[in-house]
């Protein structure tokens, strides 16, 4: 084991419900980046369970909620915790629309439209990645560049191609 998982802020495993399937080569390209990179470099710590990690994170929805069950590295249940989508429904709508705007961009526009369009994606994503930081608070602790990337997993939960 090197360093990083000695570290008990942070998660280990992160696994999107099967019940989600296989989605678009962008789409699919999306969630293992996603995925890559939130267990590379994240900060996440449930405010019940004080330094007892490092966690798994299994990610799924369940009648229109988002559902995060967090476990210990061996499996062991820590908490799950079940938010809403409200707060998520406009800008991930919006957020679906640029990124198809921005897929399509890159295979014809010039760069300076791409950058424009990515400009307002990346304005979006933050937007919800904010939300999702702002609803987990109290119940489990990331930084905001995990939760940009456990956001980008959120919106891959509603991309079914």
Partial sequence: MHDLTRNCSRLIDVELDESIGRSTPDI????????FDLIEENSFQPTSDEGNGPYR???????????????????????????????????????????????????SATPSQIEAIDMGRRGLHNEGSQTLKERLAGKIDIDFDTARRVFTLVCVLHWRG
């Fill in 28 to 35: 699919e390209h999306e969630r293992a980046v996603a995925i």
């Fill in 57 to 107: 994170l299994k990610l799924s929805l369940i009648d229109s909620k988002l559902v995060f069950a967090v476990s210990r590295e061996d499996g062991t249940p820590v908490v799950t915790h079940i938010l809403s989508l409200t707060p998520f429904r406009r800008i991930v709508k919006d957020y679906f629309l640029i990124c198809e705007s921005y897929y399509a961009a890159i295979r």
